[in-house]
Nanobody, 114 residues
Framework: QVRFVESGGGLVQPGGSLRLSCAASGSRFNVYTMGWYRQAPGQPREFVAT???????KYGDSVKGRFTISRDNAKNTVYLQMTGLEPEDTAVYYC????????WGQGTQVTVSS
């Protein structure tokens, strides 16, 4: 059974940086496109970024130029490097497979505040 475990969140000041990690269990991680999503309180879950099995990336307009998604197939892990963080980036961040999603994990909380 495939599961994703997100980590790396925390409290950071505006303009700061964080790197999130998503560790995947199960096999064939390397063949799937992986994505990061986020959900702020009272808001629907929002697309952040995706990366294909061969490293092609796509970003949501609100994070383009500030966030970078990457993956290490040997470690079954996908990362989200976040820079220039803004209070509007405050949310719980999740990873999943956009084309073959599984149950959502617990996510990791990111809070941007001074």
């Amino acid at each position: 059974q495939v599961r994703f475990v997100e980590s790396g969140g925390g409290l950071v000041q505006p303009g700061g940086s964080l790197r999130l990690s998503c560790a995947a269990s199960g096999s064939r991680f390397n063949v799937y496109t992986m994505g990061w999503y986020r959900q702020a309180p009272g808001q629907p879950r929002e697309f952040v970024a995706t990366i294909t099995s061969i490293g092609i990336t796509k970003y949501g307009d609100s994070v383009k130029g500030r966030f970078t998604i990457s993956r290490d197939n040997a470690k079954n892990t996908v990362y989200l490097q976040m820079t220039g963080l803004e209070p509007e980036d405050t949310a719980v961040y999740y990873c999943n497979r956009p084309t073959s999603p599984v149950d959502w994990g617990q996510g990791t909380q990111v809070t941007v505040s001074s």
